[in-house]
Nanobody, 125 residues
Framework: QAQLVESGGGLVQSGGSLRLSCTSS????????IGWFRQAPGKEREGVSC????????YYADAVKGRFTISRANAKNTVYLQMNSLKPEDTAVYYC??????????????????WGQGTQVTVSS
């Protein structure tokens, strides 16, 4: 059984928007630091955004700053990644992950303990 489940990916034209969701039947996402990462073909997985479990501090990679927004819907045990003004270079498999031990924001992959299966985002030019 998947610990984290992503949804909301798809095909969108350049300049369009998508909202990704991350849910869990095992973890309380409002308590933990949650990160979004992405991996394009032939590239390493990179951090996109995270929200801290401590005080909901958010952090964004420079490549997405001003275009992406991370947020929580605690009643739904869900973390969202709203992606606007999408570019072809945003094309990747997007993963959410949970850091069970640090409640501070950070995008170091090694700090995250469980990962979802990923959802494909494809942005056409």
């Amino acid at each position: 059984q998947a610990q984290l489940v992503e949804s909301g990916g798809g095909l969108v034209q350049s300049g369009g928007s998508l909202r990704l969701s991350c849910t869990s039947s095992r973890f309380r996402l409002d308590y933990h630091t949650i990160g979004w990462f992405r991996q394009a073909p032939g590239k390493e997985r990179e951090g996109v955004s995270c929200i801290s479990g401590d005080d909901d501090q958010t952090y964004y990679a420079d490549a997405v700053k001003g275009r992406f927004t991370i947020s929580r819907a605690n009643a739904k045990n869900t973390v969202y990644l709203q992606m606007n003004s999408l570019k072809p270079e945003d094309t990747a498999v997007y993963y959410c992950a949970v850091d069970l031990f640090s409640r501070q924001a950070g995008l170091d992959r090694s700090e995250y303990d469980y990962w979802g299966q990923g959802t494909q985002v494809t942005v056409s030019s």
